[in-house]
């Protein structure tokens, strides 16, 4: 893997306190980005002048500050420093701490300006003041900006033995692995025979006709594109029939069944994609996982509408009887955006986890699709066929691997249609590639719970 280096571009002699780890640590949270450090208040000392004067016009930053404790933390900012006077606003602003190994994110609640672009001390939600009065003390103003517990962040200890501010830029050196790490035909070929094997699939037992895939994800990870996009090759052109866009809460509110059609006046495919309304921190909000629950033993409806605040409520009649084999999921599909993948909350894991643990208990198959992939790496952005070269898409698959607890081999990155006018064979060898697995996961559970006697002879 490439290791990334602190660079300084001040005339003093920098080192950072930053071990190699967790500067790629934090170099994960921010993307493919080297860092360089342009303060150190041990070395230009804890003045905000001092601070401004090397920070300043400087593009994002990344702040570390350290404590006697042994704590880690700070925050990002992408918009820069400039003494304008002015209430900022910044979408991508967040605070973290060191849990452990691992850097925590916690990102500014809604409605909040990121700071007050004035001459004082860095500050982050105008919550969290480093440096606070000149002084290497942390000061917490209170407040509902971001939602902060001290003691996990900063051990309660707001005296600062160390601050540092990092300028945080793009890479420009991409690693590339010698050799593909997976191997894919990109060819029309290989295409063709993709579409003919997802065309003639049967599923291993006579009583299912179509195989049922149950997306679940964050809302804006992708999951009604993937459906638009299989659904757009099988058309031959660009089609959007669920909706679909990058709204901060869902956009999907009902639960929905998509069939998709060989071409437009074809047969039905052997599978049906299930979209779900998206998942969310906070409990109360997006998809309830007592809901997941009832989709998967095969009791909600196609077009049910999802209430967060009231966990669905079964007809009595249909719920007192078994559902068919045939009406239950036998694929769950976890839908993860690749850029946000090291930004995904404590919370929103938690609920993955508990969901996994559900679907576990009923011996469902379990695939990860790792969406947006160019726009995580600049190397797969200018061509898809970097995909399985990119050192950068092989580590974001591990991690997404060590935090959903899936095998390696059961995420499988794609790039969905969305800003396109025209299919490309590139996409469509990876989306169909997803396909094809999720076929072959569905068939391995039918084989485990199907009865003997029900399977083709």
Known sequence: MHK????????DSLTSDLTEEKINQLC?????????????????GYDASAFHQRCDRQGPTLLVAYNNPGYIFGGYTSVDYAQSG????????????????????IKMNSGHNARLDDAGAPNFGQQLYFCCNNQPVLLNQGGS?????????????????????????????????EKPWRKVLWTA??????????????????????????????????????????????????????????AGTSLTTQFRTYPVKDGREGMPLPFVLC???????????????????????????????????????????????PASLQEKIHCVVYVIDATKISLMSSKLEEKLTAIRKKVNTLGIAQIVLMTKVDEACPLVEEDLQSLYVSSYIKTKVQEVSSRLGVPVSCVLPVKN?????????????LLLTAIQQMLNFADDYLDDVGPVEDKPK
């Open 417 to 429: 249609y969305s800003q396109e006018l025209e299919l490309e064979l590139n996409c469509d060898v």
């Open 145 to 177: 900006a971001f939602t902060v517990d001290t003691a996990t962040m900063y051990g309660n200890d707001a005296q600062l033995t160390e601050c540092e501010v990092y300028k945080v830029e793009q890479s420009s050196q991409i690693s590339v692995e």
């Open 28 to 44: 994960g949270l921010l993307g493919n980005v080297e860092l360089t450090l342009l303060y150190k208040a041990s070395v230009h």
């Open 86 to 105: 002015q209430h900022i606003t910044d979408p991508d602003i967040f605070i973290f701490s060191f849990q452990g190994k691992i850097p925590v994110c």
């Open 4 to 11: 990334r280096q602190v660079r300084n571009v001040t005339t």
């Open 275 to 321: 979209d779900t309304m998206g998942l969310e921190e906070q409990s109360g909000a997006g998809l309830d996982i007592d809901d997941i629950s009832i989709i998967l033993k095969g009791h909600v409806p196609d077009r049910y509408k999802f209430n967060p605040t009231t966990p669905f409520q079964p007809d009595e009649q249909k719920a007192s009887r």
């Open 189 to 246: 070929e290989r295409r063709d025979e993709l579409m003919g094997l997802i065309r003639n699939y049967k599923p291993m037992m006579t009583s299912i006709s179509r195989v049922r895939i149950l997306m679940i994800g964050p809302v804006g990870a992708g999951k009604s594109s993937f459906f638009n996009s299989i659904n757009s090759i099988f058309m031959g052109r660009i089609t959007s029939k669920a909706m679909s866009g990058s």
